[in-house]
């Protein structure tokens, strides 16, 4: 990058900016940059150094244009991690044996099975949801039937005053929990959406058919899509042949995904999909914001390839979140792209020092 500010140009046709915010549809965020589900935890660091990306502590959330919870299940679930937050620092080597077991750097990114790991709904409602009030927020919810989904709803509308948060996120897409969503995916449109006094976002994974998801989410009054979901992956250890995953398999994120994320978004518009997509996977930079929206997408989000290092890596965390500061000064800055402009890698940036705004 340089170190020049480059501005983001958004086709003019997707999301409308005014009044400091912008407006997918239904959903109103701060600007076009989010975070994705799970890495910053729930939103606010537990104990200082656990629960969240380090390097999140160094960036201003609350200027994010929402922030995604990890996903949040109806009771309290272990999965394959923990739910104790109370470690200390003198515990640290055993915490990082067991996130051994959960998160491996692979080539080109990361391979995660946490299970949907998390304190349940209404613990976060209770203890977090208060301490990230400045913050935009959408609530990642995560279930296994129709009722469940209906029950985080419920327990969303009731503590949460409509407008109070961006949207929820409804999580059928996950790798990591061996569940097959396509059985529930109709009754979970059908039933928990119109009951939520929120935006629903649906989630989308690249390895079934989401084209015809989208489709039916459209239909079921669904506002937005994120696409995607992370890429069901398999590493061994090539000595023995053990699975380096607790799990087996794994949700591949990070560098790796990208052209898979652009693919996916390119084929939503292509197939003459119109809800507002958040796209997801392997952004690290303002190119690689400009390349989603060139693609299709309406907001961005930040993922493993932002907020996630090798853990000798994590001495560069004042770096990294350099980084991430500057991409988000450059999505706060976006200007429309002129309609009938053709998306040629030169014609939607202008690169200066002082950029035109």
């Known amino acids: 990058m340089g170190g020049t500010s480059r501005e983001v ?17 239904d959903i109103e965020l ?14 606010v660091s537990s104990s200082g150094f656990y629960g969240m990306s ?5 960036v201003p959330l609350a200027e994010f244009g929402a922030v995604t919870t990890r996903t949040l299940t109806v009771a309290p679930r272990e999965g394959h991690f923990t739910t104790r937050e109370d470690w200390s620092p003198r515990e640290l080597p055993g915490l990082l044996k067991r996130y051994g077991r959960v998160l491996r750097g692979v080539d080109g990114g990361f391979i995660n099975a946490f299970g949907w790991c998390n304190i ?6 209770r203890d977090y949801y208060p301490r990230t009030r400045e913050q935009r927020t959408i609530i990642s919810l995560g279930g296994f ?4 989904f209906v029950s985080l709803v419920d327990s969303v509308n009731a503590a949460v005053p409509a407008g109070d948060i961006a949207a929820v996120e409804f999580n059928v897409s996950c790798h990591n929990v061996n569940f097959d969503f396509s059985q529930i995916l109709d009754a979970v449109l059908a039933e928990a959406v119109p009951r ?12 079934v058919d989401y084209l015809d998801n989208a489709r039916r989410a459209a239909k079921a009054g669904v506002s937005a899509l994120t696409a995607i979901n992370t890429v069901k992956a398999l590493r061994l250890d090539p000595r023995t042949g053990v699975p380096l995953l607790a799990n087996r398999f ?20 292509d197939a003459g999909v119109t809800l507002p997509i958040i796209a997801t996977g392997g952004i690290r930079t303002v190119d690689d914001c400009r390349e989603y929206f060139w693609a299709g997408a309406d907001a961005v ?57």
Do not use: M
């Open 9 to 25: 140009q958004v086709p003019r046709s997707r999301g409308n900016q005014a009044g400091g915010s912008v407006r997918l549809g």
């Open 30 to 43: 701060r600007n076009r940059l989010v975070t994705s589900s799970s890495l910053l935890g729930y939103g």
């Open 54 to 58: 380090p390097i999140a502590l160094l």
């Open 120 to 125: 349940g709904i209404e613990a976060y409602l």
């Open 145 to 148: 039937s129709a009722e469940e």
């Open 196 to 207: 939520s006094n929120h935006p629903v976002i649906l989630k989308l994974s690249p390895d």
């Open 250 to 269: 794994g949700g591949l994120s990070g560098r790796a995904i990208k052209p898979i994320g652009l693919r996916v978004v390119a084929e939503l518009r």
């Open 301 to 357: 989000s930040l993922g493993s390839a932002s907020w996630l290092a090798s853990y000798p890596g994590y001495a560069l965390t004042p770096l990294y979140a350099a980084r991430v500061r500057r991409v988000l000064r450059a999505v706060k800055r976006y200007r429309e792209q002129p309609p009938g402009r053709p998306p040629l890698p030169s014609s939607p940036v202008t690169s200066s020092r002082s950029p035109t705004r």
